[in-house]
C-alpha cells in the first residue's frame, strides 16, 4: 500500500501559477505510473494529468494542455504539478492518484490517492 500526501495548494489570482507537490511513501514509487485528478465543488471528479514511471508518456486534459506541467522526481519520491496561467474555473481540490496501470489513471481511476489540497483561484 503506498501513501500520497498532496501540497502547494491555495488561493491564487486568476493568471496566476502554483505547484502542488504529491510526496509517496515506499521505496517502489518508481514502478507507479502517477496523475492528478481534481473535483469541483456539485461537479464529478475528472482527470486532470498523467506520467508514467520513467517520467514519460505524459497526458493531458484538454481544458489543462499548455498550462500544466506534470513531472516526477523518483529519487525523491515526489510528483508535481506545474500550474500557470489559472483560470476560475481550476478550482478544485486537486489529488494525487497512483497505480501500476497508466491506463487507469489516465481514465480517472487509480488504486491510491491522496487526501487532496484545495486550489482556489479568484476572480
Known amino acids: 500500500q503506498i501513501q500520497l500526501v498532496e501540497s502547494g495548494g491555495g488561493t491564487v489570482q486568476a493568471g496566476g501559477s502554483l505547484r502542488l507537490s504529491c510526496a509517496a511513501s515506499?521505496?517502489?514509487?518508481?514502478?507507479?505510473?502517477t496523475g492528478w485528478s481534481r473535483q469541483a465543488p456539485g461537479k464529478e471528479r475528472e482527470f486532470v494529468a498523467a506520467?508514467?514511471?520513467?517520467?514519460?508518456?505524459?497526458t493531458y486534459a484538454d481544458s489543462v494542455k499548455g498550462r500544466f506541467t506534470i513531472s516526477r522526481d523518483n529519487g525523491k519520491n515526489m510528483v508535481y504539478l506545474q500550474m500557470n496561467s489559472l483560470k476560475f474555473e481550476d478550482t478544485a481540490v486537486y489529488y494525487c492518484?497512483?497505480?501500476?496501470?497508466?491506463?487507469?489513471?489516465?481514465?480517472?481511476?487509480?488504486?491510491?490517492w491522496g487526501q487532496g489540497t484545495q486550489v482556489t483561484v479568484s476572480s
Open positions: 492518484v497512483a497505480d501500476y496501470d497508466r491506463g487507469s489513471v489516465v481514465a480517472g481511476g487509480g488504486r491510491h
Open positions: 515506499g521505496r517502489t514509487f518508481r514502478n507507479y505510473a
Open positions: 506520467i508514467g514511471w520513467s517520467g514519460g508518456s505524459t
